[in-house]
Structures are given as structure tokens and as C-alpha cells.
């Protein structure tokens, strides 16, 4: 049975690939100009937070813990979003995208010592994506992270292997592009970092109007 396409254009291939880009910016750029914090992967916040109790360092965990904090509320604010979103012209998924871009604008204009703060909107953003974005062709998918993407797409070309049923390769490259794509998101970040410096993050609103755009198309 083929792969089956997307019904509408939160689930679409374009839509995926401009998210995807965007989380990959955000997450190298709070890397690499914020502090050494993830904006999307907060396992790596929480081992980091671990890793600072276990040394006795109250004060330093503050800053892992504020993001995942922030995520988690990101999950909830764009929850309660879908839930309560009159119908209007703006569905309410591209409401939290207009959101995202507010957020990251406003992470543009932080100094250095708000890094907390920038990190804390960041993971804030990120939590409303991962929630309102999270299938792609009928399938499981996220856009800020990658290792669901990665289990998915290698079960699926494992199946593939051992069925031989195209539908399972076609599903577990649609995984392994997705992934691609924040890849090349963290290489577009970091890379921007350099001559932008604090304003590097001004790519991903960017590309999450992109997003936004799209949305507009009826499929």
C-alpha cells in the first residue's frame, strides 16, 4: 500500500521541511550563542540540569530547568490554542506560528546577559511547534528534535528490508529527509552565528513565515 499523502498542509512535505530548517537554527543557534542550552532538545537540558545538581550547582541549573519549563508551557499554550480557536480565516495552527515569530524576533533583540530569557522564549516557541506540527503524510513526525524521527524512519527501513513493501521505504526516507533538513538547519544556524551574531536567529522566523504562507494553500 502506497504512502498516503497529506490531506492537509500541516501534514505536507513543504510545510515539514521549512519547520525542520527553522528547529535546526534555533537549536544551534541557542548552542552556539546562548549559553551552551538546547532550545529544542530537552533531554539534553534535563541531563545538563542533572548533571548540575549532582555538583552542587543551584545557580547554574536555573538555566537548564527555565527552558524545560518553557517547553512544556509551549505544549500547553498551543494545546489550549486548538482547543479554544474560534474559526477564523487564520487556522489555529498558523496563529502559533505567528506566535513562534514574535517570540524569535523578540529573542533577536536580547543582549548576552538576558540569556536566560532568550533560551527560556526560545524553548517556549519550540514546545507550541512540536505540539501544533506533528505528522507528516498521516504519519508520527517532530520537527524540532530527531531521535522519534529516527527510531520511526529506521523501523520502517528495516520493514522495508524484510517485506520489501515500497510504502516502508518510501516512509523511512520521508523520516530520514526530515532529518536532513534540521541537520542543514543546524549547519545554516551556526554558520550565521559568525556575521550575525544575536540576530542569527532572525533565519528561523524567516522560515517559519514561509510556513505560515503555505498554510494558505487548501490541498
Not at 543557534?29 to 532538545?41: E, K, L, M, Q, T
Not at 537548564?64 to 498551543?78: H, Q, T
Not at 505567528?98 to 523578540?106: I, Q, S, T
Not at 528490508?161 to 530520514?176: C, D, P
Request: with cysteine; hydrophobic share 55%; aromatic share 8%.
Amino acid at each position: 500500500m502506497p504512502v498516503r499523502h497529506a490531506t492537509q498542509t500541516s501534514e505536507s512535505m513543504e510545510l515539514a521541511v521549512f519547520l525542520a530548517l527553522s528547529g535546526g537554527v534555533m537549536d544551534a543557534y541557542s548552542y552556539s550563542a546562548r549559553g551552551h542550552v538546547f532550545a529544542n532538545a530537552q533531554t539534553g537540558n534535563m541531563l545538563l540540569l542533572g548533571v548540575g545538581l549532582s555538583q552542587g550547582d543551584l545557580g547554574g541549573c536555573l538555566r537548564y530547568l527555565l527552558p524545560v519549563v518553557s517547553f512544556a508551557l509551549g505544549i500547553a499554550a498551543a494545546h489550549a490554542l486548538k482547543l479554544r480557536a474560534p474559526r477564523r480565516a487564520l487556522h489555529w495552527r498558523q496563529i502559533v506560528l505567528a506566535c513562534e515569530m514574535l517570540l524569535l524576533v523578540c529573542v533577536a533583540a536580547l543582549p548576552e546577559s538576558l540569556n536566560l530569557l532568550a533560551n527560556s522564549l526560545m524553548s517556549l516557541a519550540c514546545g507550541m511547534q512540536v505540539q501544533a506540527f506533528r505528522k507528516l503524510h498521516g504519519h508520527a513526525f517532530a520537527t524540532t528534535m530527531c531521535i522519534g524521527n529516527l527510531r520511526s524512519g529506521t523501523q520502517a527501513l528495516v520493514s522495508f528490508l524484510h517485506a520489501r513493501e515500497r510504502s516502508h521505504l518510501e516512509t523511512g526516507l520521508l523520516y530520514y529527509f526530515v532529518i536532513a533538513c534540521f541537520v542543514l538547519g543546524a549547519v545554516l544556524g551556526n554558520h550565521l552565528v559568525g556575521p550575525w551574531g544575536l540576530q542569527a536567529i532572525l533565519a528561523s522566523p524567516a522560515l517559519l513565515a514561509v510556513a505560515f504562507f503555505l498554510m494558505f494553500r487548501v490541498r
